[in-house]
T-cell receptor
Framework: RKEVEQDPGPFNVPEGATVAFNCTYS??????FFWYRQDCRKEPKLLMS???SGNEDGRFTAQLNRASQYISLLIRDSKLSDSATYLC??????????????FGQGTTLQVKP | DVKVTQSSRYLVKRTGEKVFLECVQD?????MFWYRQDPGLGLRLIYF???????EKGDIPEGYSVSREKKERFSLILESASTNQTSMYLC???????????FGPGTRLTVL
């Protein structure tokens, strides 16, 4: 079983739609969670951290469910510019270690006009 | 702004050549990482370093070595390049209170 699993998609949605991605992780002791965004032929960039209480940044909402070991990302009112690959990322040991992160394979989103 | 730079965006080498990929970060981060990214396989960690002259193997170290002589610089070395090392190579740095990693723009290496 992979340490971090995501549905690769692609998710094809019209502009203005709401779309949600889920990600599961296998290590129940994992401490930190993130969503990264990667545009085509570019490097990954941090989109947002995921906190236990859930957090929101504009049209983006991230949720963490420790009991079920999954993380979600909700995008409301999708824009063409949201088209990208979204990587679910887990730090299995927290920030006191070497900072090693585990990356999911990514979920591809295509927003159509 | 955090800046991570990589020595080349595109590189073409021949089988058997020794290849050096360099990465420099300007944020005084303790941790630096080398990944390769291939379609369908995602990001895979090759090596990482948590301090000068310290290194640890990642998930796929075979065929690679690294060097960290200075805190800001982390080099990936392919001793004898092979065609199966054709890939996108991404360097990242991170550390401090947050464990966010910041990536360089990547080097697309083709081994002929």
């Amino acid at each position: 079983r992979k340490e971090v699993e995501q549905d690769p998609g692609p998710f094809n949605v019209p502009e203005g739609a709401t779309v949600a991605f889920n990600c599961t992780y296998s290590n129940s002791a994992s401490q930190s969670f993130f969503w990264y965004r990667q545009d085509c032929r570019k490097e990954p960039k941090l989109l947002m951290s995921v906190y236990s209480s859930g957090n929101e940044d504009g049209r983006f909402t991230a949720q963490l469910n420790r009991a079920s070991q999954y993380i979600s990302l909700l995008i409301r009112d999708s824009k063409l510019s949201d088209s990208a690959t979204y990587l679910c990322v887990v730090n299995p040991l927290g920030s006191s270690n070497t900072g090693k992160l585990i990356f999911g394979q990514g979920t591809t989103l295509q927003v159509k006009p | 702004d955090v800046k991570v730079t990589q020595s080349s965006r595109y590189l073409v080498k021949r089988t058997g050549e020794k290849v050096f990929l360099e990465c420099v970060q300007d944020m005084d981060h303790e941790n630096m990482f080398w990944y390769r990214q291939d379609p369908g396989l995602g990001l895979r960690l090759i090596y990482f370093s948590y301090d000068v002259k310290m290194k640890e193997k990642g998930d796929i170290p075979e065929g690679y070595s690294v060097s960290r002589e200075k805190k800001e610089r982390f080099s990936l070395i392919l001793e004898s390049a092979s065609t199966n090392q054709t890939s996108m190579y991404l360097c990242a740095s991170g550390g401090g209170a947050t464990d966010t990693q910041y990536f360089g723009p990547g080097t697309r290496l083709t081994v002929l």
